[in-house]
């Protein structure tokens, strides 16, 4: 069931968008591809299904894998149901990265992916070392650390802004912190997957001890957690799955707080279960919300704009129908 | 062998000039339970975070069934202690056996969940506290005492030897506080378990010591032990005078039950009452 809604999504955004395609058109372009079949199909179906719709649709179901489960994951750790993947500066990191890789290389791909990433990583590992105190890291003090990182990351983020172009750069700037799955391609489920694939598998790992870390670093303690190490694995994988995430489609809001709630509501608060739904209902959310941005006007609506739009009121009235779930 | 076995123990904060606490030296053996008994801020939490390895000493050392808890990996201690908090601070509303089961967490690998055994012995825990039939509500949704029960039944699903409990009565009304007393008094006697506990009630060792439970006490007073032995050789009343500046008077009352003892108290003292040392 957890496997299958995705999956789901992905066929069905391979239907819906513009220039409508019959399942049957699916199926053909797939088998053909996959050197199972050889039917007669329209080069304008092969290339809009296999090139262009599929690996929008891969893309965006691993985006909102990774930021719906490193939200629920960070919620744990923290302690806190406001946190979200964004808590230790990762996304304002990226888009520091995304930024200055687009007013130093002019937009070249490759280089914004890579400044993404790796400044993502470095404001993760800043907000880390800012927690240390006393050879430990306070839960508290992390957060504290997250918060400084994040708004010295989101002044330099407007700094260039300031000294970018305003006819080339600007806009470029601009767009990629809306966030959008707009270029996806196999290449960047390539590159990006990794990172993802990685931090996706240390959280289902290391799940159940979400559970005990969730009991505070002294009871955590007591009950024989590694402290150190388990926060580490937790915060190493949440950020690696983030950072994968964001450099590929830029700054996506709002998914890492609201799905883990959704799921928290519909199958309750141990980590065995909340990890593989966050990640399975973030997958379905983000490729839907996608589409929904694909078909809903003319010229494509960003993603980042869309999911608060969308996921908002559907959180209003899932918090009304189950009364807060028990909070 | 002793459970365990604090020799010259002290502790600093560091940065801070005072010590918390220091020359103190402690034993629990199997079967018993150890009241700590001091005003507040006198360092029992302090204490009792330095035995579960939460700050490490830096003066004297600890002992845990014979090992030097300095060679402790992380997290080893829980195999030895295990720990009941004042008040669990909630978060997410866990089912009460999730809570429970979290005991396993020791015994359970870092990438693997509790397996079919490990519920079994929640459920066991639970069977003792007598929180079976509330076992799929949400924990959030119970009474102070009622988790205080489940927070016991935790630590009984470590399996360990010995477990410490600060002040685990705090909060608790009239009835609840009697049944962690008597659940605390089962384990004792049925487990052959030992409870160290910190305690601001004096009446809570003679509670234990009017059912003929192995208990001893420490008065702690100006960072290190004032005095510690049986509640009737210690808690006298010059002494709850000295540390708690209060006037009170022990009491022995013969009943049904036999003889029971009884602090009561009867009033603060004063600044006057301190030149006169036969007030005690």
Known sequence: MLALAPVMAIILSLVIGRYPVSLSAIGQVVLN??????????????????????????????????????????????????????????????????????????????????????????????????????????????????????????????????????????????????????????????????????????????????????????????????????????????????????????????????????????????????????????????????????????????????????????????????????? | MHLLELNDAGFTYPQQRDAVFSSINLRVDRGEIFCLLGPNGCGKTTLLDCILGIHRLDQGRIKVNGEDARHFRPGEIAKHVAYVPQRHENTFPYTVIDMVKMGRAVYTGRFSSPSDIDKEQAKKALEIVGMMHMRHRPFTQLSGGEAQLVMIARALAQQTSLIIMDEPTAHLDFKHEMLVMETIVKLVRETDMSVLMATHFPNHTFYFENRDIPIRVALMHDHTFLESGKPTEVLREDNIGRIYRVKARLAEFAMEEGSLRQLIPLRTLTAEDNCDESQY
């Open chain 1, 33 to 327: 591809k996959l050197h199972l079949a050889n039917y007669q199909v329209a080069q304008v179906h092969t290339v809009l299904i296999w090139d262009i719709r599929l690996p929008r649709a891969i893309l965006g179901a691993l985006v909102g894998a990774c930021l719906a489960v490193s939200g629920a994951a960070f919620q744990g750790l923290f302690r806190n149901p406001l946190v979200s993947s964004g808590i230790l500066g990762v996304s304002s990191g990226a888009g520091f990265g995304a930024a200055l890789a687009i007013i130093l290389f002019h937009g070249n791909t490759s280089a914004t992916y890579g400044f993404a990433f790796a400044f993502a990583l470095l404001a993760v590992l800043l907000s880390y070392m800012i927690g240390q105190v006393y050879n430990t890291t306070p839960t508290i003090m992390l957060v504290l650390g997250g918060v400084i990182v994040s708004s010295v990351f989101s002044s330099l983020i407007s700094f260039t802004k300031y000294v970018a172009d305003p006819y080339r750069e600007l806009p470029s700037i601009v767009f990629w912190l809306m966030g959008s799955l707009a270029t996806a391609s196999y290449r960047d489920i390539m590159v990006a997957g990794i990172p993802m694939l990685v931090g996706l598998v240390g959280l289902m790992g290391i799940r159940w001890r979400i559970n005990v870390l969730s009991m505070g670093d002294k009871e955590a303690h007591a009950l024989g957690v590694n402290l150190k190490l388990d926060k580490g694995i937790v915060i190493f994988s949440a950020t690696l799955a983030t950072a994968g995430a964001v450099c590929v489609s830029g700054i996506i809001g709002w998914v890492g707080l609201i799905i883990p709630h959704i799921c928290r509501m519909l199958v309750g608060n141990d980590n065995r279960v909340l990890i593989p739904s966050s990640m399975a209902l973030g997958a379905c959310f983000l490729v839907l919300v996608d589409d929904i941005g694909r078909i809903i006007t003319g010229s494509e609506i960003p993603l980042g704009i869309l999911t608060a739009l969308i996921g908002a009121p559907f959180f209003v009235w899932l918090l009304k129908r189950t009364k807060g779930g028990g909070w």
